[in-house]
Structures are given as C-alpha cells and as structure tokens.
C-alpha cells in the first residue's frame, strides 16, 4: 500500500499566488504545509516569460507585496529581472523555502470522502493533506496555435514563455505569430537583431504610450527614506487605476478619448498610411487588454519588417504560407499566441466527491468558482488566482491578498471549530456565477465588438473580475461560513457544530 504524508496543507505553484499562501499560513502557525513547483525557482509566470523585453505593464510601485514593499524599483514600470529579484528575495526573507519543493509537479489530487483529505500525488510522494491550494495561476501554459503543418517546421520555433536563449537570432529570418502583450514587447527588440522580421497579426491591438522612466537618484532616496512616501505613491497609482473600471464595465464609450491617444500613437510611430491603416484595431478600446509601448509601431516600421495580415493557411519546413498563396521563408518561429486561460490545465488533474474531474465538471458551463475561490463538491480545494478573478486594468497581487485573506480566514473557521471539511453550496456557488454573468453584460468585454481569451467557447467571460477591486476584497474579507455545508472529522462521528452560531449546513 501507498505510504500517504500527512500533511494540513498542500498548495499547489510557487508564484506571487503560491508565495503569498506560503508567507501568510506560517504567519498563522499553519506551518505544516508543502508548495509543490513545477519549476526549479519561485517566479512563475515572472520566472517562465524571460523573452527579450519582458516587463510589467502595471507600474511598479502597485506590483509588490502590501506586506513586503519594494524599495529598490529602479523604475516605473519593472522589467521581468527586477520582479523577479524581488519575488526571490521575498521567498528567502520569509523563512518558507524549506517547505518549497522545486522541480516536483502535482500529477494528481483526488478527494478521499473516508479520510476527508486530499490525496495529493507528485512523482516520488504521497500526500494526504487537510486542504489543497491552487496557486498556478492563469497564465502558466502556454497555448500553441493549431496551425496545419507548424510540428513539420525544421528551423527553431519556441513559445514566448518557454524562449530559447541559445538561440542566435542576429541576422536571421524570424516570424513572431502574435500581437498581444508578450508580442509587443518582443518586436522591437527582434527587429534590432533580426535580418527579416515577419509579424503575423490577426487582430490589431490598441496600444498606447508607455510613460516609463527610470527613478532619479533623489527619487529612489526619497522612496526609501522618507516615511510614508512609497505608500501614498502606492495609493495614489491604486486609486487612478480604479477609474478605468467605471470606463470599462458601465461606459465603454467614455474610453472614445483614449482611442484617440492611440491612434496618435500610431502616427507617431509609423509614417506609411497603408501600415497605420493596418495596425488601427476595429474594436472598441478595452475590449481586449490595452497594450502599452512606445517602441512597437516603430519596430513595425522599420525597413527589415513586414506586418503580415493575410491569414496563415500552413507552417511548411521552410516557413509560413498565407491565404494568398504567399511563402515566407524563415530560420526563426516564435509563437506568441498566449495561455490556457479559460480551460485551466490543473483542473484536469482534481477529482472531487463526485469522482468527476474540475475539468468535466466545468465543460459543462465553464469556469467558475465562489467568490474565484471554492467550488462546490470538492471540499477544501482553495483557488488564488481562479474564475473571475483578473484584472485588464490594475495589479493581480492586490486580487493575490485578497484571496489569501479569505482562505486564512477559512481555515482559522476550520481550527475553531473542528471542521474536518468545508464545502460551498451549489446554490451559492451559481448565485456567484449568476451574478459574474449578469454584470459582464454591460461591460466593453461583451459589447465591445472583439473576440478575446476572457470569453470561453460559452461567450461567457469567466476570466474578469466585473467590480472595482476594492469591492473584491470587500467580498472576500470575511469569511461566509453560512454559504458552505461544513462536516467534523469523520473518527468522532459526531455532526459539525459551529461555535457561536447556527450558520452553515451539515453534512
Ligand atoms: P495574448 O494576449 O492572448 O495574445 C496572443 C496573440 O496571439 C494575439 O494577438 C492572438 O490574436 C494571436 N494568436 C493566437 N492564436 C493565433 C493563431 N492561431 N494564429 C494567429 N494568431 C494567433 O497572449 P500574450 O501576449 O502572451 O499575453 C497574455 C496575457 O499575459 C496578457 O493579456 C497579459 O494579461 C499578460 N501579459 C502581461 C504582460 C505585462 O504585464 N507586461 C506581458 C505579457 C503578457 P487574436 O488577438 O486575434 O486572438
């Protein structure tokens, strides 16, 4: 038989989600826990997407931790080393890393409903752990494009979060498929170093400049030293970025300013008319994720460029052929065509009460959890990061904290009053969704005449928070144990009671 370690918890990721988990339960004294990383370091998804110009497009001061603020931003909008030399410094100050098991994936999690613990598997260990928490993320796998041919391709080809740094790309001919966030910040340093450079767009992105500097030394002395001053940036930066949010889910046509900042943008960067014709979006701004750069529509025009609009028919072994019958010849194909996002791959891989998996269960309506957290029938599974939960507009670590609080609050119910399982009810459960459904209808991601990785194969947008990111944490900053059916431990075979109250049903 299968030795099973006992553990209280399992969480799943070593990411800003994962990290956060970490810090926090021990901080609680739930100390006995294991993050298992697919990895070989913390990071994530600021470990995986190393491409040439990675960096954040949410300023720097908001994309820290409240409880371990960053004094060292070099400047206002971090490059991926910076972040992800932060992240590493604050999983080494936190005194958790020795319950970080690097290079180790979750192969499986499966509810036992005899020993009300999840059976947790990796390649070398058996986990029986109290509660398990998700913290991978939406964007950690990569999506390939299904193109006819592109496994026939000879010359090197790599996802924009898996990118070859053995590669020697100066003077070659490299093909990025893509437009999207990673895409444009990848061009231009392509164009600096490739012999041709081939831009496959099917949708054009709306992008506006990048008011990016590098801090002054009197800056940097000032955010270190003077108290108190970092925080009221950190406010300021917060409090600017929620006034998207009105924009963006009641009154799209207000963003009819800032179309027009990007359209100048355009001009500014390109000079052929045929070009900035090609390059200006035919959806209203918003409806997928605003791109920030003021390098990109120069890359696009510069003379060892091509932006590609016909639509790809096949990858042969030599290069890309489009609709029009047109070969591109290349040595170089980066795939920039984005992530798993509205099936997430680790819900194959959980099998709850029903003995059906969070994949099956979720194929049926899509995505979706309570408060992005719990889901019904599969009792102490937490998610940090889940349905419902990402920003087009503001920094993911406050929804990160937001979360975290919740599931602290949930186990502290658990200690108190020796719950051995906590399971939300359906009811609650689709109320939630219900409510996700119904405010997304108003909102630029539905009305706003795009197609975009928020919708799944539903046309429901499962991937968004709809609200003002202080009314997520408002929602999440208690814990609403009358929404969840609540059991004892089974050896005790006594019903659950709740201490002080009558709330929350019984199994
Ligand atoms: P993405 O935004 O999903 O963009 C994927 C791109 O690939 C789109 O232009 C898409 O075109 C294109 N594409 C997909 N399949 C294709 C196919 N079969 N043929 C041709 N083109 C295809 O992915 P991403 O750029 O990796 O960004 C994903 C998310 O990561 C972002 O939205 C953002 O949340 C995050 N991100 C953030 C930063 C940052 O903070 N700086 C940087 C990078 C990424 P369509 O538009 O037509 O679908």
Redesign the pocket.
């Known amino acids: 038989m299968t030795q099973h370690t006992q553990i209280d918890h399992v969480i799943v990721g070593a990411g800003f989600a994962g990290l956060c988990a970490a810090i926090k339960l021990d901080e609680d004294g739930e100390r006995d826990f294991v993050v298992l990383e697919k990895g070989e370091d913390v990071g994530g ?1 600021w470990r995986d ?1 190393t491409y040439p110009g ?5 300023p720097s001061q908001l994309y820290s931790f409240s409880f371990a603020p960053n004094r060292e931003w070099s400047r206002s ?1 971090s490059a991926q080393p910076e972040i992800q030399d932060y992240l590493q410094r604050v999983a080494r100050d936190s005194g958790t890393l020795d319950r970080f098991r690097f290079d180790t994936a979750m192969r499986d999690a499966t509810w036992d409903d005899a020993s009300q613990r999840w059976i947790v598997t990796t390649d070398d260990t058996t986990y029986a752990a109290r509660t398990l928490i998700s913290g991978t993320g ?2 950690s796998e ?2 390939l ?3 006819d041919g592109i496994d026939s391709f000879a010359g090197e080809v790599f996802h ?2 898996r990118w070859d740094h053995d590669s020697d790309l100066r003077g070659k001919r490299i093909a990025v ?9 990848i061009v231009p340093e392509l164009q600096r170093v490739a012999g041709e450079l081939h831009v ?4 054009a ?1 709306w992008v506006i400049p990048r008011h990016d500097r590098t801090y002054s030394g009197l800056e940097r002395f000032a955010l270190r030293r003077v108290p108190g001053l970092q925080q009221l940036y950190r406010t300021a930066i917060y409090w600017g970025r929620e006034t998207y949010v009105p924009v963006f889910t009641r009154w799209p046509r207000l963003a009819a300013p800032v179309e027009q900042v990007a359209k100048a943008n355009i001009r500014k960067g390109i000079s052929d008319p045929e070009l900035q014709r090609k390059v200006t979006p035919d959806f209203q701004l918003g409806c ?2 605003v ?2 750069s003021n390098a990109y529509y120069p890359a696009l025009d510069a003379d060892n460029t091509e932006l590609v609009t016909d ?2 028919s096949k990858v042969t072994p030599t290069g890309i052929v489009t609709a029009d019958g047109t070969e591109r010849e290349i040595d170089v194909l980066v ?5 798993h ?1 509205t099936d997430m791959p680790i819900a194959e891989h959980i099998t709850g009460r029903s003995g059906r998996t969070l994949a099956a269960v979720w194929a049926e309506h899509g995505q979706s959890a309570y408060k992005g957290t719990t889901v019904s029938g599969f009792p102490n599974l937490f998610f940090i990061v889940g349905p419902n939960t ?1 920003l ?1 507009h503001s920094s993911m670590v406050f929804m990160i904290e937001s979360q975290v609080t919740y599931i602290r609050k949930a186990l502290r119910a658990m200690r108190r009053n020796d719950f051995a399982e906590l399971d939300v009810r359906a009811d609650a459960e689709r109320a939630w969704s219900e409510e996700m459904q119904r405010r997304m209808e108003p909102t630029v991601w539905h009305t706003g005449g ?4 928020y919708l799944d194969e539903h046309g429901n947008n499962t991937t968004l928070w709809p609200r003002t990111t202080f009314a997520f944490r408002g929602e999440l900053a208690s814990f609403d144990i009358d929404k969840y059916d609540v059991a004892a431990p089974a050896t005790t075979h006594e019903p659950a009671t709740l201490a002080g109250s009558s709330a929350g049903g019984q199994r």
């Open positions: 998804t997407n990675a960096a954040c497009d949410v909008f939406a964007l990569p999506r494009p299904d193109i924009s979060a498929i893509g437009t999207g966030a990673s895409a444009i910040q496959y767009q099917r949708t992105p997928k994720r791109l920030i639509p790809i795939v920039a065509t984005g992530f996002t990402g087009g795009c197609s975009s990785w």
